[in-house]
T-cell receptor, first 112, second 110 residues
Framework: DVKVTQSSRYLVKRTGEKVFLECVQDMDHENMFWYRQDPGLGLRLIYFSYDVKMKEKGDIPEGYSVSREKKERFSLILESASTNQTSMYLC???????????FGQGTRLTVV | LAKTTQPISMDSYEGQEVNITCSHNNIATNDYITWYQQFPSQGPRFIIQGYKTKVTNEVASLFIPADRKSSTLSLPRVSLSDTAVYYCLVESGNTGKLIFGQGTTLQVKP
């Protein structure tokens, strides 16, 4: 059974902390994505990666960075967490565009 | 990248057929149309994908007219468990991005 696993389901962090959200896929997929989801705004793309060590900005990259050192792992980093980054974060992977995307279960991050 | 427009919300009753239409006026020649379903507190799940005409699987049908500027997801005989948000995506290999819109919240009533 294919799987995208996010390291935490729920996370509470303090303002100013550096936060790491981890995503691992076991499907040998090339492309991985990080989204945030907020009520009424749908899923918004933060960053994506099409290969190891490659990354591209999505629509809302400000305040975030990413790391892809291995094909199966894509990390989202909040350099200095702020309360407006409280959100649901979703990771996805696909083998190539125009194929099925698989999502993780999501990480609900609260910054206090 | 082709932008999609779909209704924010829809209501239906159990046993009815539900059709959700998505507009994508500037779809490119090599773009595919994909629909996803999302339940609360879960990630989206792939439903169906098509390029033109009609595609059917065990869950839904997807109708795409000849000009491909819109598409319609058809859910036959919905049940309460079909209450979810449905997203229409137009995917292109030109940018590598996978862009979701706001989606359509479908509420199925008993």
């Amino acid at each position: 059974d294919v799987k995208v696993t996010q390291s935490s389901r729920y996370l509470v962090k303090r303002t100013g902390e550096k936060v790491f959200l981890e995503c691992v896929q076991d499907m040998d997929h090339e492309n991985m994505f990080w989204y945030r989801q907020d009520p009424g705004l749908g899923l918004r793309l933060i960053y994506f990666s099409y290969d190891v060590k490659m990354k591209e900005k999505g629509d809302i990259p400000e305040g975030y960075s990413v790391s892809r050192e291995k094909k199966e792992r894509f990390s989202l980093i909040l350099e200095s967490a702020s309360t407006n980054q409280t959100s649901m974060y979703l990771c996805a992977s696909i083998r190539s565009l125009n194929t099925e995307a698989f999502f993780g279960q999501g990480t609900r991050l609260t910054v206090v | 990248l082709a932008k999609t427009t779909q209704p924010i919300s829809m209501d239906s009753y159990e046993g009815q057929e539900v059709n959700i239409t998505c507009s994508h006026n500037n779809i490119a020649t090599n773009d595919y149309i994909t629909w996803y379903q999302q339940f609360p507190s879960q990630g989206p799940r792939f439903i169906i994908q098509g390029y033109k005409t009609k595609v059917t699987n065990e869950v839904a049908s997807l109708f795409i007219p000849a000009d491909r500027k819109s598409s319609t997801l058809s859910l036959p005989r919905v049940s309460l468990s079909d209450t979810a948000v449905y997203y229409c995506l137009v995917e292109s290999g030109n940018t590598g991005k996978l862009i979701f819109g706001q989606g359509t919240t479908l509420q199925v009533k008993p």
